[in-house]
């Protein structure tokens, strides 16, 4: 049903506009006044409705999907394996993994017999979904609390695995690490293992544990503590 | 000469004077506006964004000047100077404090105390108006065109409630010299309110600032420049230190209306039951009545903001029904009952 258009019938005082006048002024006077007050604060967070950037920050969510990080475990070695599943789920397609056994003597370096020799995220093409966080099967990427990720060429875009690791203790150093995330329950869990196969088969360990995909998930983190 | 130096000073001061202020006013409408809007506004530029109006006129100097191809040159360039000068040149005659005595002799805070300073303002109020229009013909843009129309229908309906209110000041006072009207002021009136215009013309006061408001194209009645209806109005064409100009000439309008106020209704340099120059030396008198003056003058500066933030735009044809249906019949009413009183009083 419509609603019924009812003609606003004016008081004397409304018409003659200068006392409601008064009253206008005196909300933007409060509003004024108030403003001024809360100016006068030492702290950059003063006004409550505008945050002054640079100083002042809005907090950001626990499950906030910032730059990539490549995590390293408890005694500092780097989970990655380089298996390429992240590089296989990408949905932009922008993560490059090349993989390579680990060499005699650096053993302590890595968690794994594998590891990812080269490492690159396209931050020109990655649109911060969190795929390859949720499909890596040990756990070794995060995506971190840093969002400012403005360059000032195309090629500062490329993260290579320096600066993911220089994320991982720079989030570290600041406390802002989260925990990982819960497995997501997969739901069509037959379509699944044919999908991942060739991407886990880089690293051997992987493809037996990929069949039954996820469990691994939450599993090896576990056995890396 | 000494007198003639003395003139110089007086000029140059009163203009640098007015000068900063415009320039302060700039500051203040933005922190102003951002602080009843509910943000911070600019807060950057030096301490509390003080240094904000130093940037943009590095910004507007620096900035390249357009004239748009299809423009009148020569009314283009004249527009801006058009508007500015009247404004400037107003200022003239308005008394910005009592005197200052120096070395024995007297000098009148005041640059021309001209016995018709009242017509001489009327007059230049109404040519700020050709700038506008002049602007707004000269752009060849059709929004600059109708803010330049825009501009003449509005002054046609505030000039004469302006006028009515005015002529009932000058039945008041029985003079046409600011000075004059300013010294009049002084002691009490009906022995308990201060002898100021504003309590012997209630209703003058009223229609005088509303219609101050209409001359100085501002929010409510800013429909020349109606930046949500017609781009920016007069001056969309207009960039650089041109447009600088324009807007640089707003602030010194303001100024100038404010003094006007200030002069007419609210006792010019006088405090409220306190003589100051019974107590003050004649050096800290002048420099007291200025500042008295200015204390005045910045509190309906900061009217004009506050009022700007709070009201919207009145639509065109509402300004015509204000003027015409409202203020003028007011006007003629508040002189009858003017002339009525002096009539029974004298």
Known sequence: MAKPVVEKRYKLSEQVYLWELIKGMGLTWKHF????????????????????????????????????????DEEGREKCVGCGMCAKICPANCITV???????????????????????????????????????????????PEYELARYTPEECLADKSMLLANFHKAKQEGKLRPPREPVPVVGAAAKPGEEKPAASADEKAVTSAAKPKVPVKAKPKAAE | MNDLIIALIKVVFIWVWVLLIAVVMTWVERRGAAMIQDRPGPNRAGPFGLLQPLADGIKLFTKEDIIPAKAKKLLFILGPILFSLPAF??????????KIILGGKEIILQVADVNIGFLYIVA???????????????????????????????????????????????????????????????????????????FKQPLGFILFIVAAYAE?????????????????????????????????????????????????FFGAWHLPYINMASFLGPISYGIASFLVFFLKVSFFLWLFVWVRWTVPRFRYDQVMGLGWKALIPLGLLNLFLTALAIQLTA
């Open chain 1, 33 to 72: 006044i108030f403003n001024v007050k809360a100016s006068f604060r030492p702290e950059p967070h003063t006004i409550p409705t505008c945050w002054q950037y640079p100083e002042d920050r809005r907090p950001i969510a626990p499950n906030f999907r910032g730059a990539h990080m490549l995590m390293l």
């Open chain 1, 98 to 144: 090349e993989n390579a056994k680990v060499p005699e003597g650096e053993e302590a370096k890595y968690a794994g017999k594998t590891y990812s020799k080269t490492f690159t995220i396209d931050w020109l093409r990655c649109i911060f979904c969190g795929f390859c966080e949720e499909v890596c099967p040990k756990g070794a990427m995060m995506l971190g």
């Open chain 2, 89 to 98: 040149s107003a200022y003239a005659v308005v008394p910005f404090g009592d």
């Open chain 2, 124 to 198: 230049l109020g109404s040519m700020a108006v050709y700038g506008i229009v002049v602007g707004g013909w000269a752009s060849n843009n059709k929004y600059s065109i109708l803010g330049g129309l825009r501009a003449t229908a509005q002054l046609i309906s505030y000039e004469v409630p302006w006028g009515l209110a005015l002529l009932a000041i000058v039945l008041v006072y029985g003079t046409f010299s600011l000075r004059e009207i300013a010294l009049a002021q002084q002691g009490t009136f009906l022995g308990i309110l201060p002898n100021w215009g504003v």
């Open chain 2, 216 to 264: 100085a194209n501002r929010v409510p009645f800013d429909l020349p420049e109606a930046e949500s209806e017609i781009v920016s109005g007069y001056h969309t064409e207009y960039g650089s230190m041109r447009l600088g100009v324009y807007l640089f000439g707003e602030y010194v309008n303001l100024c100038t209306l404010s003094a006007l106020i200030v002069t007419f």
